[in-house]
């Protein structure tokens, strides 16, 4: 089966699959915000309209010194970039050539980006239903491999591992001269916004990669950025496009880093909703990954719920393309009280007309 590999765009989906797309659907498949972008940007909006007869700045010199300050790293450890998916293939660049192990379950554009610089791509595959790191497996591996990708929270199963066992994680990949690309895309949505951004300084081998397009809800303008040694800033930076992050979406980055009442409103709420979903799902008899962030993994080893919730015009992320789950789980993002609830009533409904678990 070939299903498109990524959450939004729903009718690519429904036309895949030959399955008639309602006149109005519910997308779960992508990890938005469900409160929407922060009002200050509407509101500044149209002093935005000037600064496209221009050009950008080319190094984003301050949005750079916003998310530096912000993050308590120098400058020079900091680059901005055209949304996530353009960090992961500089990086990927970086690392031309050489043996990447990817930690899976994991966002499939790690090994597409890895695969189409050249490099030789392993993986390091976490058993469900708690997805734990492992590490008396995956220490040995390390000496290996140049590199490893590790997403933390995890997309798709939300897990956000042990803390202890990340840090030794790092220092193990220290001693094996082996690069640490860590994805914090989801971090902000965690209970305590948790991040590893502390470390680079210490461990100049750790590489972060953040998006701002999901906590603040902008994916149409596109925007994310590395943090990392200044060494390896500056050997990323080569391959990064001139103007890659337009004007509009460096004045966005601006806004949204103050936004510390929103970020924290947003927490509150997707904890909440949570709390609602994940008491119903239990009442089903519904496994559930154990998520710390906005979106989390249902089991249904009969694959039935999928088409069925499709045709009643909602959308969950498939995960037929994440090696290990095999289309077993769906993911759904938290979305507004309405919408969570009106998945439920489709999960009573399919439980209703006889599924199996």
């Known amino acids: 089966m070939t299903l ?3 959450g939004s765009n729903p009718h690519y989906l429904y036309e895949a699959l030959e399955i008639e797309m309602p006149e109005s659907v519910l997308d779960f498949s992508a ?12 509101e500044q909006w149209p002093r935005f309209f000037e600064g496209i007869l221009h050009y950008p700045d080319p190094h984003a010199i301050e949005l750079t010194k916003s998310i530096a300050k912000k993050e308590a790293l120098p400058e020079q450890s900091v680059l901005v970039g055209n949304g996530g998916a353009e960090i992961i293939m500089l990086v990927a660049n970086r690392l031309t050539n050489q043996r990447v192990l990817i930690i899976q379950p994991a966002f499939a554009e790690y090994a597409e980006a890895c695969l189409a610089a050249g490099c030789e ?7 469900a239903p708690e997805w734990k790191l492992d590490l008396d497996r995956l220490i040995p591996r390390l000496s290996e491999y140049d590199a490893i990708f590790l997403c933390t929270p995890n997309n798709p199963t939300g897990v956000s591992f042990k803390k202890d066992e990340v840090r030794e994680l790092i220092f193990e990949c220290q001693k094996a001269d082996c690069l640490v690309v860590m994805d914090e895309a989801f971090y902000d ?5 948790f991040t ?11 590489l972060i990669l953040r998006s701002m397009t999901k906590i ?26 001139h103007w890659s992050v337009n004007h509009v979406a460096l004045e966005v980055g601006k ?7 929103y970020m924290r409103k947003t927490r509150d709420y997707i904890q909440l909703q949570k709390q609602k979903l994940f008491r119903f799902y239990e009442e089903q008899g519904l496994s559930v990954s154990d998520s710390a962030v906005n979106f989390y993994l249902v089991k249904d080893e009969s694959l039935s719920l999928f088409p069925f919730l499709l045709k009643k015009g909602i959308v969950p992320r498939h995960t037929y393309n994440f090696p290990g789950l095999d289309g077993k789980w769906l993911r759904f993002a938290v979305k507004s009280e309405r919408d969570n609830e009106a998945l439920m009533e489709g999960v009573r409904q399919w439980r209703k007309q006889g599924s199996v678990l």
């Open 4 to 6: 498109p590999s990524h």
């Open 31 to 42: 990890n938005i915000n469900p409160l929407g972008p922060p009002l200050r940007i509407k």
């Open 121 to 127: 791509v392993d993986f390091h595959q976490l058993d």
């Open 189 to 193: 949505f965690t209970e305590d916004a």
């Open 196 to 206: 590893y951004a502390s470390l680079i300084n210490e461990f100049p081998h750790l």
């Open 216 to 241: 603040f809800a902008i994916p149409g303008l596109r925007l994310g950025y590395l943090l990392a040694a200044p060494d390896i800033i500056t050997r990323v930076r080569t391959y990064k496009p």
């Open 255 to 261: 806004i949204c880093l103050a936004e510390e009442a």
